[in-house]
């Protein structure tokens, strides 16, 4: 499984970067992290608002940090 972080590195990144690691682990998931900075590859990946949180190349949430929790929902589904 690829996890992506796309967001330009601000402390909200950051967040959901650690967040999402812990869902991930906590379902015992094997995962990447990727964290995506570039402006020109989150836009292309339609992200207009960061942090973005996308599964395997589909953007799931944008625009806010997601709980360990809520995460944990969007990887099991």
Known sequence: MKL???GK???KC???GEHAE???KALGLEYELEKVTDLNAI???GVMT???LAVDGEVKSTGKVLSVEEIKKLLSA
């Open 50 to 52: 960061t942090p973005a």
């Open 9 to 11: 590195g601000c402390a």
């Open 14 to 16: 950051v967040a959901l």
């Open 22 to 24: 812990a869902a991930a």
């Open 4 to 6: 992506q972080i796309l």
């Open 43 to 45: 836009i292309d990946a």
